[in-house]
Each structure stands twice: as structure tokens, then as C-alpha cells.
């Protein structure tokens, strides 16, 4: 007869070992949902990285063709400039010229009421006002009057 601890013993050892092979096939199965788990999360995050790759090529594309806008820009205005620069360079030099002029004429009509005053008090007739056209040579030898087709445009 066997005793009842040599039955509770084999017994107990019956139970153990399923109790391990319970055990194991428990433990292999969460290593397996941990596989799976951490395939899972390996593949989002090659997709979220694959999205930022593309995302930055994209970015990187629209910089390209703003830049390359910006570029454009930048060329015209730079020649929007340039001739701005040029025609403000003609009015500088046009301005200097007719305040040459001005200079001139004042100096002439100066000159004119200085003789006119000079011919009221002399009794001698040699100003300008007796000779109209001694006054267009005297301008033309000290300051010739020049004109050009650009200049019709600022009358």
C-alpha cells in the first residue's frame, strides 16, 4: 500500500511537471506576443521615419523652387535698379546743365538791366536793347544752348 505522502508526492510531481509545461507554453506565448509586439512597433517606426524622409524632400523641393523664385525676384528688381540708377544719373546731369543755364541768363539779364540803367544815364545807344540780336550771340558764344530729344520729354 502506498502511503498517502508517496501518492501526494507523485501526485505532486505529475502536477509540477505540467505545471512547468503550463509554465513554458505561457512564457513562449508572452516571447512570441513580444515578438510580435516589437515587429509591430519596428515597422510603425520605419513607416513614421519613411513619412518624415518624404516630408522633408518635399520641404526640400518647395525651398528649391522659392529660392529659385526669390532668385528671379532679385534679378529684376537688380535691373529695375540699375536703370533707375541710369535715369536718375540723366536728371542729375540734365539739372546741373539748366541750372547752368539759369546761371547763365540771370548773369545776361543782369547784365541787361546793368546796361539799360548804364544807356539811361549815358546818352550813347550801344545796349543790348538797341542790338535784340548781339544778346543771342553773346549767349551762344559763353554757353551754347543745347537740346536733345530726351530733354522734350521733362517740358
Known amino acids: 500500500m502506498a502511503s498517502p505522502s508517496g501518492t501526494s508526492s507523485g501526485s505532486s ?6 505545471s512547468d509545461e503550463d509554465l513554458q507554453t505561457l512564457m513562449d506565448q508572452k516571447k512570441k506576443r ?3 509586439s516589437n515587429r509591430e ?6 513607416m513614421r521615419k519613411q513619412k518624415h524622409l518624404d516630408d522633408l524632400a518635399s520641404q526640400l523641393s518647395q525651398l528649391r523652387k522659392d529660392n529659385n523664385q526669390l532668385l ?3 534679378t529684376i528688381t537688380t535691373q529695375n535698379y540699375m536703370a533707375v540708377e541710369g535715369d536718375n544719373s540723366v536728371l542729375k546731369t540734365q539739372v546741373l546743365e539748366l541750372s ?3 546761371q547763365s541768363l ?3 539779364t543782369d547784365q541787361i538791366i546793368t546796361g539799360s540803367i ?7 545807344s550801344s545796349g543790348f536793347m538797341d542790338h535784340p540780336w548781339s544778346l543771342v550771340q553773346v ?3 559763353s554757353h551754347p544752348i543745347m537740346a536733345s530729344a530726351e530733354m522734350s520729354q521733362y517740358l
Not at 510531481?13 to 505540467?18: A, D, E, K, M, R
Not at 512597433?41 to 520605419?46: F, I, M, P
Not at 548804364?118 to 550813347?124: L, M, P, R
Open 41 to 46: 512597433s519596428a515597422r510603425r517606426s520605419r
Open 139 to 141: 549767349m551762344s558764344q
Open 118 to 124: 548804364n544807356n539811361s544815364s549815358s546818352s550813347s
Open 100 to 102: 547752368n543755364r539759369l
Open 13 to 18: 510531481l505529475l502536477h509540477n511537471s505540467g
Open 106 to 108: 540771370n548773369e545776361i
Open 72 to 74: 528671379k525676384a532679385l
Open 34 to 36: 513580444r515578438m510580435l
